[in-house]
């Protein structure tokens, strides 16, 4: 009697894990990236999430890509009650697939392992996809972007620079992509500037846009003099520096200060400069 009521109990006992494994959730504050849905069957073992960070994405034989922006990694487990788990290269065909259904491309490709590009709403983004045998597989997702800056150079540093070779650029002022309408977030950049020319008031400026290399150059000319003009208007209207002080000059993609040929390098060469006069 006292063996079968044991047996019971051991056959109760594994009824309630095997319903306990069945009903396995997402890590708390866990989920899917909005570019992709998961395989089925699937849940969320772990994750992270960044506001900017970095990762190199395999994009060849012994070449790899650097891209900074919002990053993801999300590690995706099988259920334990899933029958059949799907292979490597079907879980790699899933992602492979629906990128390019999507206008996406496939970047690199080997026996586990996918770096998948894509752009959504507007945002470049890139995807590893690295697959296990064991049906496990884990995402790692960079939304490329800048930086948002949150240290910008104070009105002394300005002043130095300004006193040692006649210019200075001036990081952390923001406009959106093809406007010159200054971001609030530039606040802070502004005031130091404004800062400078009150604590000295014979100096005077140009103030000087420039952009990258990305579109026409008559359309890069006239951004760069629009920004320029909106920074000089911000200094006359939000802080009381006299207008005659200051003369707003457009210098478009003819004097980089880094390559163009990344998005590093064009991060830097948008910006704002401040020359003697």
């Not at 990762?55 to 012994?62: D, L």
């Not at 008031?201 to 003099?225: F, R």
Request: hydrophobic fraction near 40%.
């Amino acid at each position: 009697m006292i063996k079968k009521t044991l047996v019971l109990i051991c056959a109760l006992f594994f009824v309630l894990a095997a319903g306990a494994i069945a009903q396995q959730k997402d890590e708390r504050n866990c989920k899917d990236h909005p570019a992709f849905t998961r395989m089925p069957e699937y849940w969320i073992g772990s994750c992270k999430q960044s506001a900017f960070d970095a990762y190199e994405f395999k994009v060849g034989e012994k070449k790899t890509e650097h891209v900074e922006g919002q990053l993801w990694k999300i590690n995706y487990y099988p259920q334990a009650t899933m029958v059949q788990k799907p292979s490597v290269l079907q879980i790699q065909r899933n992602f492979q697939n629906a990128v390019q259904k999507q206008g996406g491309t496939v970047v690199f490709s080997d026996n586990n392992r996918s770096t998948l590009k894509l752009t959504k709403d507007g945002k470049e983004i890139w995807a590893e996809v690295l697959a296990e045998f064991t049906g496990k597989y884990f995402l790692t997702i960079v939304q490329k972007e800048g930086m948002a800056q949150d240290i910008v150079a104070n009105a002394e540093f300005l002043a130095n620079d300004l006193a040692t070779t006649g210019h200075v650029a001036v990081y952390g002022i923001y406009f959106d992509t093809g406007k010159s309408v200054i971001k609030p977030e530039s606040a802070q950049a502004i005031g130091e500037i404004a800062k400078l020319l009150t604590g000295s008031p014979g100096l005077n400026l140009y103030v000087v846009g420039h952009t990258d290399n990305q579109g026409g150059v008559d359309t890069n000319i006239k951004l760069s003099q629009d920004r320029a003009e909106a920074v000089l208007q911000s200094l006359v209207r939000d802080h009381g520096i006299a207008a005659a002080r200051l003369r707003a000059y457009g210098c478009a993609m003819f004097s980089p200060v880094a390559s163009n040929d990344n998005e590093d390098g064009r991060a830097k060469n948008r910006r704002v400069e401040l020359v003697k006069q």
